[in-house]
């Protein structure tokens, strides 16, 4: 089964050097998304701002891949400021998972992300139907 391009309208758009999200094996791949607007402004709120606005883009791409937020298994998160930024980010991260079912995770701090954004997530979550 080869792998299948992921795109919509509902979500900020790809680069021309990487896809919103790739389908393979029961699974789709979700690119980093950091808090930004459609034409790529970092949003208003800081790193709970930013941290929203990610996964509501990674909510819209994988809706558009057929899975859910529900359906997150691994996630990796980049963090600019970890030591001051961590706390703030968890408050906005954990409204969208269910707190019984949490995805595993890793949090890194990075010297620098895109646009100078605060934020940045990335994810794999299963197909429900394959």
Do not use: W
């Not at 707190?99 to 646009?115: D, F, H, K, N, Y």
């Amino acid at each position: 089964m080869p792998k299948e391009v992921v795109y919509t309208l509902d979500a900020v758009p790809p680069l021309k050097t990487f896809s919103q999200a790739i389908i393979s094996k029961g699974f789709v791949y979700v690119s980093g998304n950091i808090g930004c607007t459609k034409d790529f402004q970092i949003v208003e709120g800081g790193v709970q701002g930013q941290t929203v606005a990610a996964l509501e883009s990674i909510r819209s791409i994988l809706h558009a891949a057929g899975s859910g937020l529900q359906h997150v298994v691994k996630a990796n998160v980049y963090l600019t400021n970890l030591t001051a930024d961590f706390s703030e980010m968890n408050r906005a991260y954990m409204a969208f998972f269910d707190e019984q079912a949490m995805p595993a995770r890793t949090c890194i701090g990075v010297a620098s992300l895109p646009l100078g954004a605060s934020v940045e997530i990335e994810c794999v979550a299963e197909l429900p139907d394959a």
